[in-house]
């Protein structure tokens, strides 16, 4: 009696929770399969966003910091000219300095020359399918300085939104395992099914290397 009571349970937070979390998830699921697509199809002409970005330059003067610290003059910088972004590619030297402004759907190569007090800004913007497709792998992380932290308050949030999808794709996955395994003798090939999807899975994790 206590087993039925557990597994009638277990079979009602199931659903709850497969329902629930389908319905939150349903979106982002749609947003990455669309911009899985877009990476894995380039040839497509709605992938081809390179070619449709909008290049501009600016040339904005500035009160150039006397500070030797180089985040302390970023901050100054981006506050004079109001712009936001997860900062990279940094490279100082004493009469100027460069770096890179990025968020999904736009890049900003960003030169400061102290002397003169000039700041020469090279703007790309993309358009919508360039905005999704970059948006897949935002997520801060510097491809030459792999240690460093993201520095811009929307890109934790964005990592730790995608923790939570990722932790709630895990949930959804179970939930579906156990209210299979409760009406299993109904559906037969899921013995097949869950078998060939982990078999396809190890195949592409592992097999993969050795070949």
């Known amino acids: 009696m206590q087993s039925q009571r557990l ?3 277990l079979n ?3 659903r709850k929770v497969h329902i629930h979390l389908g319905l939150f998830l349903l979106l ?3 947003l990455f399969s669309f911009s899985g697509l877009l990476l894995n199809h380039g040839d497509w002409k709605i992938s081809n966003f390179w070619d449709k970005r909008k290049e501009t330059q600016i040339v904005t ?3 150039a910091s006397t500070s030797s610290d180089s985040s302390t003059r970023l901050k100054d910088i981006m506050s004079q000219l109001k712009i936001a972004g997860e900062i990279s590619d940094v490279k100082m030297w004493p009469d100027s300095i460069y770096f890179r402004v990025s968020k999904p759907g736009e890049v900003r190569n960003m030169e400061v020359n102290f002397i003169t007090g000039v700041c020469t800004q090279k ?3 993309y358009n919508l399918a360039g905005k999704i497709r970059t948006l897949h792998s935002f997520n801060g992380v510097d491809k030459n ?3 460093r932290q993201p520095n811009w308050i929307i890109t934790d949030i964005w990592r730790l939104s995608m923790d939570g999808i990722a932790t709630g794709l895990l949930l959804l ?3 579906s395992w ?3 395994f409760k009406i299993r003798e109904r559906y037969r090939w899921g013995w097949f099914v869950l078998i060939l999807g982990f078999g396809a899975a190890i195949y592409f994790i592992f097999v993969l290397r050795i070949l």
């Open 123 to 125: 703007e790309l913007q």
């Open 12 to 14: 009602f937070w199931g």
């Open 145 to 147: 300085n792999p240690g």
């Open 178 to 180: 156990i209210m299979w």
């Open 7 to 9: 597994s009638k349970e």
């Open 61 to 63: 003067p500035i009160h």
């Open 173 to 175: 996955c179970i939930s």
């Open 28 to 30: 982002f699921i749609w």
